[in-house]
């Protein structure tokens, strides 16, 4: 009797296990086919692209990397190219660590409930759902009429355009809409962390007589500072491939001053006909990961000195 209630007992068991393999299997199957399609199929063919060139005669590409090479010793002795490298650092500072030292901060203001904590919340949410290009839309709107008026008032200057203003000008405003956009969804993301620390904790720095800027340095940031590590590794990580929103608004008309590395990637295809741009940026791109990996480590590892 008992033989055949173990027998039983282990027929469910396996059944349950056949169960679960199969059901996770399924789960598996959509990331692995991305990871297969994005991660190897995708950029296997960017590094092979790394070595080759187009030749547009015969309409194939060949196997010859000493056109990159030629083409990228050409560029680095372009003064454009070098304040290409100045602007996409620039972006970075601004969107990364300046915008996150902002972030943070206010997330702990909508994490203490202070006034207005759940309009701002649905204010920097809003952002979100909203097509990137209306957002530019709006944004060339009403800085286009605001600020030339702004001027009129304040300088007697006559403007018809904010994008009328120089390009070191309109670069800055782009920046600044950029950050704004950044903003919103990593102050809900620093929210969603600080949500998670625990009340006991929060309720014994209080009885230790720990006030708000206390509270704050000691226990919040601490409890945080695994997402923030996150944002600035990816944030460096991005460095060359962050263009700034420039083909949003300018699309491929913007001037020498306001390009960012990013944007002359992404445009490049564009302005060299298709596919004779394509090994080229696969080389530039390959550059670039190759100047950026040091310091994402770099970044990884001083997050990681921090944390312990």
């Known amino acids: 009797m008992n033989s055949c209630i173990g027998t039983a007992t282990r027929r469910k068991k396996s059944k349950s ?34 070595f080759q060139d187009y030749d547009t005669y015969n309409n194939e590409y060949i196997w010859d990397i000493s056109v990159n090479i030629q083409k990228f010793l050409i560029d680095i002795k372009q003064q454009a190219f070098w304040i290409m490298v100045k602007n996409s650092f620039v972006v970075w500072l601004f969107t990364g660590l300046i915008c996150t030292t902002l972030a943070v901060i206010f997330a702990y203001y909508i994490y203490k409930r202070r006034t207005g904590h759940n309009f701002f919340k649905f204010a920097l949410f809003l952002p979100s759902v909203l097509p990137a290009i209306l957002l530019v839309v709006t944004f060339k ?55 998670q620390i ?22 919040v940031l601490p409890s945080v500072f695994p997402t923030i590590g996150t944002f600035l590794i990816t944030g460096v990580a991005g460095i060359f491939t ?29 302005e060299t006909g298709g596919k004779g741009g394509y090994c080229y ?28």
């Open 17 to 50: 296990a056949k169960g679960e393999l199969i059901f996770y299997s399924l789960l598996l199957i959509l990331p692995l086919t991305q990871i297969l399609i994005f991660y190897f199929g995708v950029n296997f063919q960017s590094i092979l692209m790394v």
């Open 141 to 195: 709107k009403f800085v286009g009429s605001a600020l030339p008026a702004f001027d009129k008032y304040l300088f007697d200057k006559s403007v018809d355009s904010v994008f009328a203003y120089s390009s070191t000008a309109r670069f800055w405003i782009v920046t600044v809409f950029s950050v704004a956009i950044s903003f919103g969804g990593q102050v809900l993301v620093y929210t969603g962390a600080m949500d």
């Open 198 to 219: 625990s009340p006991e904790i929060i309720e014994a720095g209080e009885i230790d007589g720990a006030g708000t800027w206390r509270e704050f340095i000691s226990i």
């Open 242 to 270: 962050n263009q700034n929103n420039l083909f949003n608004f300018f699309g491929q008309s913007a001037a020498p001053n306001e390009k960012t590395v990013g944007y002359y990637l992404y445009t490049m295809v564009y």
């Open 281 to 308: 940026a696969a080389f530039l791109g390959f550059v670039c990961t190759l100047v950026v990996l040091p310091i994402a480590f770099g970044v990884r590892k001083m997050v990681e000195k921090v944390q312990e």
